[in-house]
């Protein structure tokens, strides 16, 4: 067993005591890498006890492997004997790990144990302090509380109830005549089968990352530019495809973004400058191995072994099941749909592919919930509506005051013409009051211009409904809105909004109360009727239904100018004023 592999084994059990609540610190995980070491590594043993400062977990790894090749470069210079390394073994009936009985050595030295049989020795793991030697101490005592106790003074490693608790099941020897076996940690997991992995080799010299099964890419599109991939012989391959890959490890997932599906190549290459600038991260280059780590933290997320003088990304083959659980069924784009809060399909079809979410195809799906609450109403389009003559069509529309006026009215009606765009005001007291008020309306303007209404346009209120029998009787057609579309009684509405925006202005400049809007709101109607306006090619309505220029000088006074009346031939005294 190697180095990397005893600390990944270390690393590994104590990853799964974080699982069952009980982590270690760094000074422990420290700790148990050295007690579980061989005499060989004895001078670096007390060098790190040696040292004031306690050493991380990174640093004692990179000097561990720097020891580990200064003793193979030993051991293959020497011809005493050969070189062993005792394996440990997992129980394959239960997630229990158990070591094995001969002891291990990280590539041992013969000259330096005198050829020492693997048979005879004693295994001394990390984690069983009792079975084998326990001689070395730390240098320091111990100041830390035991993570499974909560004592001051030990470890977990000699922590009474971590060292020993009674196994019982029916493989087990010891059930039966009560004695105690080490303690083993547990964690139920869901596994996956181990699948075979294409290999990827680290390139620096590589612009781009380049993939050779069109497979290996989870999202890809046809490479549609007249690019090609130039070898190092001068030979240009051409791109089929490009997409995205995910590298996912036992801690962490890497992606590439950008990458080539070259049929013609021989191997997958990942382009170590474009890797390290899409996932933040650097790489380091060491004799034997390289590292993969944080750029923010420096951690060491990932470590791969050379092959054959190459550096290659290590393919996840442990016989250890991951701590994983996941489901059996992709999930769909509709489902995902709900997760990020009903998003637009653009913004969902944009995370789905920019964070390479993994999802079911699903085309065309419909969210009911979208449907009911985002809908808007489409707009309306020009209003297409003729007329040759005055009084052809007529709109008109109730307004309701929030207040009543001083004179007692809480409506106005007005009636617009929508040749001329002329407007007749009538302030009332009852919305019923809109039969009456109509029927005067009808005889005033028919006579008047000698010519009949040939039709009303309202909405459905109950006033209008009223008028039915009435409209029938005199040939009048009767157009009503459809419920809940103001629009299509635009002329109206619009009418309504000038008349109390410029109405209001009037009362609020002249300081008058709102209770004389009547007053202001006849005022005003007057004036709209004698303003030019784009709709008649800056004509007035006035000239256009009397065939006459208003008279602008018969305007003397403002709202708000003081006037003072002339009374004096009613007054009964000349004293009175």
Known sequence: MSITDFVYFIKARSDELVVLGAPMDTD??????????????????????????????????????????????????????????????????????????TNWRPFSSPTRNNLRSSSTANFRPAMFPNQGHNNRLPAHPYLGHCQMCGTQGHTAKRCPSFQLVPV?????????????????????????????????LLDSGASHHVTTDLNNLSLYTPYTSHDDVMLGDGTNLPISYTGSVSLPTSNSSFHLQDVFCVLKMQKNLISIALFCITNNVSIELFPYCFHVKDLQTGDILLQGDTKDGIYEWPVATSSTPPILAFSTVKTTMS?????????????????????????????????????????????????????????????????????????????????????????????????????????????????YFQQTIISLYSDNGGEYIALKPFLSEHGISHLTSPPHTPEHNGYSKRKHLHIVETGLALLSHASIPTTFWTYAFTTIVYLINRMPTPTLNMSSPYKSIFHKSPNFSKLKVEISTLCFSWILPFSKCISMP
């Open 168 to 200: 019982h099941g029916p493989n087990s020897a010891s059930s039966s005549n009560g004695m105690l076996s080490p303690w083993n940690p547990q964690a139920n997991c869901s596994s996956s089968s181990p699948s075979i992995a294409t290999s990827w």
């Open 28 to 101: 422990d995980l420290t700790e148990q890498i050295l007690v579980g070491l061989d005499e060989d590594y004895t001078e670096l043993v007390q060098a790190v006890q040696a040292r004031e400062a306690a050493i991380c977990f990174d640093e004692l790894y990179e000097k561990l492997l720097l020891f580990e090749a200064s003793l193979q470069t030993w051991s293959q210079s020497s011809c005493l004997g050969p070189i062993t390394a005792n394996s440990f073994t997992k129980n394959s009936s239960n997630n229990n790990w158990q070591p094995s009985k």
């Open 335 to 447: 489902i995902w749909h709900q997760r990020l809060g009903h998003p637009a399909s653009t913004i969902l079809k944009h995370i789905m592919s920019f964070y390479h979410l993994n999802f079911s195809s699903q085309k065309n799906f419909c969210c009911d919930a979208c449907i009911s609450n985002k809908s808007h109403k489409q707009p309306f389009s020009v209003s297409t509506l003729h007329t040759t003559r005055p009084l052809q069509v007529v709109f008109s529309d109730v307004w309701t005051s929030p207040i009543i006026s001083h004179d007692g009215y809480k409506y106005y009606v007005i009636f617009v013409d929508h040749f001329t765009k002329y407007i007749w005001f009538y302030p009332l007291k009852h919305k019923s009051d809109v039969q009456i008020v109509f029927r005067r309306y009808k005889a005033i303007v028919e006579k």
